[in-house]
């Protein structure tokens, strides 16, 4: 193991020192609470419990590692990690208080006071240090994007314009959030008859055996990687056979280096035919949008292979959630090369807001009846 990935967890000391603070704020809390006085530090007895407990509260974040990767990760996915952290430090003290018969000392009403507030505290605390982190990790990638000689003018006067107008995005950012919980809920309620529907379809498919959902990991918000959802639209191996078809076909080659996608793909199935023809298989993506990985209208959901083809657009697209419908779609889909995929979302970060975002809803659903764009 290379010593880099050995010490990791070292890259975020501050949230694993916020964390200890935390306690030991959470610590004098609980036992004023209890004897109204702090003399604790007085007594070798508490003395030596708070050593304890802060000892666990060390060991355990070093080995679970929950700050590894924490700007990377969605609140909710911390908040799982935070819960587990939580959790162990509660069970590994209860078992050692009762091996060391210590619990008459330090009350289980005076232990669950303390967890609390630590709880409370190292929340809040651990939440507004990630946003001032992440505000100067993305400042900072701003400026090596404005100093990169490889992106426009244009994208480097949007990054300014976009410093300046973050208060306004928070308006629309909230409202965009709430329609897309009213329309992932009912996206979702209707994905379970549809879901059914497929799933027979599949089974009726002789040459087809596979599972009806297909999982892949897109690139999210701020560069947040997440699995979205499909309806597996093609054979199980179709990676495998994109592999080989592109090296048995250069034409076929070219074609997808400028389109990223095949017309007339051989790995397609009889019953994703119709789901691609009919934009079906994009259904399950209201799960993604319920769960808040992604937005009913938003920039395309790239791959992380097409990363280095983003070049400067990057940072740009991934401020907002990918969308299960956006300009992209509406511009003519599998007919836009992949260069002016990455334009139109620039212009659709240009020009957000909640009107265009239901002009965009209200085309998508027009596209879908005429079956136009879906390949």
């Known amino acids: 193991m290379q010593l880099k990935d050995k010490y990791t967890w070292m890259k975020h000391i501050d949230f694993i020192l916020i964390d200890l603070i935390s306690l030991v704020i959470a610590f004098v809390l609980a036992y004023y609470n209890r004897f109204s006085k702090l003399d604790m530090f007085q007594d070798q007895e508490w003395s030596s419990l708070f050593v304890i407990i802060c000892s666990i509260n060390l060991i355990v974040s070093f080995c679970l590692s929950p700050y590894s ?70 400042r900072k990638k701003q400026k090596e994007l404005s100093e990169d000689e490889n992106v426009s003018k244009g994208i480097r006067d949007l990054i300014t314009k976009n410093e300046k107008s973050e208060i306004k995005n928070i308006i629309y950012l909230f409202i965009k959030r709430i329609v897309d919980i009213i329309g992932g809920i009912v996206g979702c309620i209707l994905l379970i008859p549809l879901t059914i529907i497929v799933f027979i379809l599949n089974k009726l498919n002789e040459e087809d055996d596979g599972p009806v959902f297909y999982v892949q990991e897109r690139i999210g918000k701020n560069g947040v990687p997440f699995n979205m959802f499909k309806f597996r639209s093609m054979v199980v191996d179709a990676d495998e056979k994109l592999e080989r078809f592109l090296e048995e076909n250069e034409d076929v080659r070219e074609e997808f280096m400028m389109y990223r996608k095949i017309k007339n793909d051989p790995r397609i199935t009889k019953v994703g035919k119709f789901l691609r023809k009919t934009s079906l298989d994009e259904f399950p993506q209201f799960i993604n949008v319920l769960m808040g990985d992604m937005s009913l209208v938003g920039p395309r959901p790239y791959l992380e292979r097409e990363f280095p083809d ?22 003519g889909r599998s007919d836009v090369r992949f260069s002016e995929r990455l334009d139109i979302d620039i212009e659709y970060h240009k020009n957000h807001s909640i009107f265009l975002d239901i002009k965009i809803l209200i085309k998508t659903v027009g596209l879908v009846l005429v079956k136009k764009g879906a390949m």
Request: glycine content about 6%.
């Open 69 to 138: 990767g924490v700007l990377k990760r969605r609140y909710y996915q911390q908040f799982h990690k935070e819960v587990l952290l939580f959790i162990y430090q509660i069970f590994i003290t209860f078992a050692i208080f009762y091996a060391l018969k210590i619990g008459a000392i330090f009350s289980r009403k005076m232990m669950f006071t303390m967890y609390a507030y630590y709880f409370v505290i190292s929340q809040t605390s651990k939440y507004i240090n990630k946003k001032i982190v992440a505000k100067k990790y993305s």
């Open 310 to 331: 983003m070049r400067g657009y990057y940072d740009l697209i991934v401020k907002y959630k990918p969308g299960v419908t956006g300009l992209w779609q509406i511009s």
